[in-house]
């Protein structure tokens, strides 16, 4: 192992930095991170231990203890249980021999759950060894525990296994046509960079990622800053359950993206970038490596572009947290670091990686950007509505007949979307993701646009089959098991939001509990320190408000019932004394 | 001209640089807070000093002071969310204060005490959690840490060390130390060190000296937190 992880160091130049690529190889290697490992990283980087302690233990594919040698991960999205995810990880669990947390006893194979692993739209998904598994069912397990059992390597397992499809069903403005590769580089050149910046800025293109800053005013702010070192970021962690439309953008039109980051670097005067992309995407870094290879046999790419500029991409790969999604947390994970939001200001413009300038932008943002530049701002502008220019991008997934990707000018109506998409006897659906906006079937006529119905692509159709209250309490979760932890409010709130739902839920809650989960949202949503926190309650709230009847129908008509139950909780008691008999039992209340 | 801002109607004079939390101290305004210490870094995690800028939610100890700002500290809703934040950071961690070597000099209890808190009001967790009493001269319960980072900060910043530091994730949030067997022991931690001082609650304790001052005679049992706190923090504000 010394001499591997020595190796790795030196590939890595010895960069702290890179602390995330390495121990991803490590884990990839060992199946966890050996506490030797650790110690000898620790000279070898030359920093405290404990930094690299925390930063195992803050990402979800790193374990300190050993995981199987296959390593298999299900995706928990609430779309993989609307495809029937419980009842296959049930089948997992026997057809594996393996519990959900564990490592069978051979320590061949290891069984979690997982985040939204990104293919809402041909799940049930999973992961193995960090490689995308779609379409799971019980034939699929089948082999897979033959395979296992044999030991065989995976780059020998059936390839339609990990095949991952675009799904595009609707393409629009950008994706009905691409750009020919370096055109809006050459364009940019020939009309001059200040000129071409105020494109964009005509264009009104605002940030794909959900905020919807102006993007062009990023740049310029960017660019204003007395310093000369800037970077480019193109954020692909994608981590919003439900958003898949950067992994098919970055599957069949990398080149696109690549060249809108080069010509923000260009424009910012950036010398690097680097494209964030979650770990679940592993299985486009190829790919993506080879097409910038491509960029630079074409001179788009690397030193002397166009005679004209020096700008390289590096791709990075995140390793399971989605507040790594979160700009400047990112940009923590960048420096080889646990992904804690920063304090702002100041913001990532002005003290962004290593300190210095940094544009960080969405998948899309960028892909449109390069469009921009070669079409001119009013093409742009003249789609949409008064305060979101152009088209937006959609993943739908969910209950709906033909899930994927579709493109619509801002201002299209939800009706319209459920209609393409094939939906059929809609309950309501979310958009936005976990972090957004459910909708019932009476808001339809809705528009998707910043200043209606915003989201950064996710898009989920629920049918009139499905329970609310699963969905707020899928969501909840989520929140609390992605929640970094630095905030209180968040921290602690998230998870006594999840417990406090449960209790409804589960059937255990009284009248005052509703207002009290109520209560709990407005100060997680209120405090927290970032955009996490401040979303996490909307799942509650926003179902809340539009079926307050359904949680109240779940309390039970006394006024009060503690947290816990009270019979359960004497079980250790009855075991040490090794009773059973009425009066060693409690009941709960006697109200009913 | 000095600059200033208004801090629930009162102007506040302030130097570029400064945060809300730096102007107010030094104006003898008390914003409460228990991750934030003049002589360190700000951290911004506690969310205590909680305050509303011209409307918006913002840090105190973060955030910089800039002219125009009308700041609200002391309201009753911002001390309702206060006094809810800190019933989340007792029923996180294990907080006996009866039972506490540090009850009466504790930040976090005092803390509570000024914003008037009566219960815990969140059900608690009950968190499994370790001591570490390995150490000749300085004992860690794990119980009481409140994760504000003051002794990572103390340590890195004062004592040139790197002695303790944040791990985890989420609720699963803990302190570790920087030793090759995880116990504090084996770290180069001494008792005189700033951080082995620093910390708010009754996490990290000196051996041997809980009781040299009795219970009664304790810092926080005479005066409330805001008077100790702008009297030992003004100065280095201003
Ligand atoms: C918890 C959290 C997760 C986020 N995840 C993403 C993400 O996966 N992709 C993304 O582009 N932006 C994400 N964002 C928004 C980014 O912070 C940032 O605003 C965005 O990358 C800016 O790019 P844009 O202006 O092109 O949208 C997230 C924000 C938060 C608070
Ligand atoms: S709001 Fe949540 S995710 Fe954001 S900093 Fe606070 S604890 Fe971390
Ligand atoms: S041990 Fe004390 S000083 Fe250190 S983080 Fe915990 S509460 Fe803060
Ligand atoms: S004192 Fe400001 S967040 Fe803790």
Known sequence: MQQFIQNLAEKNQHQVTHLLEILREIQARYHHIPADAIEQLALLLKIPRTQIISVVEFYSFFTDSPRGQYELLISDSITDHMLGKKNLMEYIVSKLKVGVGGVRSDGLVSLDNTSCSGMCDQGPAGLVNGHALTHLDRSRIDTIAELINQQIPLADWPAEFFQVDDNIHKPGLLLSQGIVHGQALKKAMARGLKATLQEIDQSGLRGRGGAGFKTAMKWQFCSEEAENERYVVCNADEGEPGTFKDRVLLNSYAHQVFEGMTLCAAIIGAKQGFLYLRGEYLHLVDKLQSVLDERRQFGLLGNNILDRLDFDIEIRLGAGAYICGEESALIESLEGKAGIPRNRPPYPVSQGYLGKPTVVNNVETFYAAAAIAVNGGDWFASVGTAKSKGSKILSICGDCARPGIYEYPFGTTMQKILTDCGAEDVLGLQIGGPSGTFISNQEFDRKLAFEDLATGGSFIVFNNSRNILDIAHNFTHFFAHESCGFCTPCRVGTSLLRQQLDKIVDGHGSAGDVVALEELCQLVKTHSHCGLGQTAANPVLTTLERYPELYQSQLKLISYEPGFDLDAALETARR???????????????AE | MTKTITIDGNAIPFEDGQTIMDAATAAGVYIPHLCHHPEYTPHGSCKLCTVRVNGRVCSACTFPAAEGQDVLNNTKDLNDDRQKITQMLFVEGNHFCPSCEKTGNCQLQAVAYYLNMLDDHFPHFYAHREMDASHHDVLIDHNRCIFCTLCVRASQQKDGKDVFAI????????????????????????????????????????????????????????????????????????
Do not use: F
Request: net charge negative; aromatic share 2%; proline share 2%.
């Open chain 1, 576 to 590: 040490m004394a090794n009773r059973d008999d009425a009066g060693a039992h409690l009941a709960q209340t006697d």
């Open chain 2, 167 to 238: 791990s985890g994730r989420g609720i699963n949030k803990h302190l570790i130390v920087n030793s090759k067997s995880g116990q504090l022991k084996d770290t180069d931690l001494e008792a005189s060190d700033q951080a082995a001082h620093i910390c708010p609650t009754g996490a990290i304790l000196i051996k041997r000296t809980g009781y040299t001052v009795p219970i009664g005679e304790r810092i926080y049992d005479h005066k409330q937190i805001d008077e100790v706190s702008l009297a030992s923090e003004a100065e280095d504000h201003g």
